[in-house]
């Protein structure tokens, strides 16, 4: 309700405003009245009202001054003014404090409650901007950071101009990046590992980084772009304490790449530096920190740059699609460039040897075993119709792990569901911060592993129980079925929920046995 306070130095009209206005219908009440602006200052202070109604014509302090005065230390309050001088400057004056309505005395009820009515709406209005205002201030400060990292991430494996996405960075984030000198670090877990290796590592990472501009999960690897203000130096020592602390939690190897310093608008670049020094692991050694520096560096006549990395992503995310889109562009730039046949022919067995080398060991012996027909293809089309062929078994091949992968993660969330059933907190946040796993995402593979939202599932399994508990206790109380069902102290409620999957309310159940 809105606070109201009156002010008249007429006694007779302040008593038969205040009981002629029926205030609660108004969705408002009256906190207060005052003879004089003296007074009404004082309680307007004390009282914090939303609207005032005034006389202007009053001794001590007259309305304009009162509401020059409150305007100044309290914006927000809304006046409504009576005068008995029909006199345009009183209007005039008392718009240019922000007041709306001047009402001339004698006044009627209905032009009172019009003119409160119109305020009371106002309020609304502003109360309901206020509140959306803060909500998707929450809601922005919630997905800021999954933006940032979305268009960061576009610097290393998007196509896009890197100028462009930096400044459209720069111009939605309100900072400036262009000039900024970066280094960019690549994490690869040796061995076995799951999303909780990755999701620790980035944030044992980030925080002995220093906040960096981005770390980011690419493919196997966690990516990291740091400022390199601190120099190369510095950030050897904070990636070699980055595996010793991970070493501390957990017993594993990682291999980690280290680009050269430059400058964020070539990020793409760097992220490639990094690539090709991981790749050297095979000859340094798993376990070891690689630079520019300590690969060979191999100068090829007529190099050919597959831009092979989108296609291994798309490869083990067993996305054939993509994957198939990629490797036509990549024989386009090989038709392309029309070099001699020999030359030709052994960029493709390359390729073919890169896809292949994603394979399990068997699967790569048997593969190794075909390289013959790309020594015998009489056409590039031929050459490429056999790489598309067994680049679609390998992605389809992973496309089926991950498949397995997804419903073992579904089947282990149901247990942890049916373990935690009675618990009240039970809900989707609830579980995704138990598995280390965004809510968001699991949500969706919950419903494409299921075919049911995560709510509906919990709430029929919830229902389940109470009718499993009925069937075996007979005397069982409401309440007690409401606890150990998850509705926690809220019988109604679980009745409701109760009723409408099953079409009777608890009590109506257990009697119809």
């Known amino acids: 309700m809105y606070k109201v306070l009156l002010v008249d130095d007429e006694r007779i009209i302040l008593e038969g405003i205040s009981k002629i206005i029926e205030w609660e219908k108004l969705h408002t009440m009256l906190v ?3 003879t004089n602006g003296i007074e009404a200052y004082q309680l307007i202070v004390d009282l914090q009202p939303d609207i005032v109604i005034s006389d202007i014509k009053m001794p001590g302090m007259n309305g304009m001054e009162l509401v020059s005065k409150i305007k100044e230390e309290y914006p ?18 008392g718009m240019e404090y922000g007041v709306k309505h001047y009402l001339l005395k004698p006044c009627n009820e209905n032009q009172i409650i019009e003119a409160i009515q119109q305020i009371s709406s106002e309020i609304r209005m502003k109360e309901k901007k206020e509140h959306y205002l803060i909500q998707m201030k929450k809601k922005m400060e919630t997905v800021q950071p999954f933006v940032k990292k979305q268009l960061l991430t576009e610097l290393v494996t998007s196509k896009k101009s890197e100028k462009k996405v930096l400044a459209y960075y720069e111009r939605i984030f309100h900072t400036k990046l262009e000039d900024k000198q970066i280094c960019v670090v690549l994490f690869h877990l040796e061995g076995d590992f799951n999303y909780e290796h990755l999701f620790m590592l980035e944030n044992v990472g980030n925080d002995i980084f220093d906040s960096p501009i981005l770390s980011s999960n690419i493919g196997e690897h966690i990516l990291f772009i740091v400022d390199a203000k601190s120099g190369q130096d510095e950030l ?12 501390l939690v957990y017993e594993m190897d990682m291999t980690v790449a280290v680009s050269r310093i430059g400058s964020i608008t070539l990020t793409r670049k760097l992220y490639q530096e990094a690539l090709e020094c991981l790749s050297h692991r095979f000859y340094l050694g798993e376990g070891s920190i690689i630079t520019k520096k300590d690969i060979q560096q191999e100068q090829e006549i007529d190099s050919l740059d597959f831009g092979d990395l989108p296609l291994f992503l798309e490869i083990k995310s067993g996305n054939w699609a993509k994957a198939e889109e990629e490797m036509n562009e990549i024989f386009e730039q090989i038709s392309a460039k029309r070099d001699p046949i020999h030359l030709t022919r052994t960029h493709i067995i390359q390729l073919f040897l890169s896809i292949i080398q994603v394979c399990c060991a068997k699967s790569l012996s048997d593969y190794m075993g075909k390289i013959s027909f790309l020594l015998e293809a009489k056409s590039i089309q031929a050459m490429k119709e056999f790489l598309l062929h067994h680049t ?20 282990q969330i149901k247990e942890l569901i049916n373990k ?30 299921t075919g049911e939202k995560f709510s509906t599932y919990v709430t029929r399994m919830r229902v389940n129980k109470a009718l499993e508990e009925i069937e075996k206790k007979d005397e069982i109380k409401i309440f007690t079925l409401a606890e150990m069902s998850g509705f926690g102290d809220n019988p109604q409620y679980f009745s409701q929920v109760f009723k409408k999957h099953t079409g009777y309310t608890p009590s109506e159940y257990k009697n119809a046995r």
């Open 236 to 247: 050897q020592e904070r990636t070699k304490q980055i595996r010793k602390n991970f070493s």
């Open 76 to 93: 927000h309050i809304h006046f409504i003014l009576l005068s008995g001088f029909a006199e345009f400057h009183y209007a005039q004056k």
């Open 32 to 34: 207060g009245k005052a």
């Open 392 to 411: 679609k078994e390998i992605t389809f091949t992973y496309y089926d792990k991950h498949k397995s992968s997804q419903s073992h993660v579904i089947e």
């Open 420 to 449: 935690e059933l009675s618990n009240p907190a039970l809900s989707l946040k609830w579980v995704a911060t138990q598995v280390y796993m965004n809510a968001d995402y699991l949500g969706k593979l919950f419903k494409q592993e």
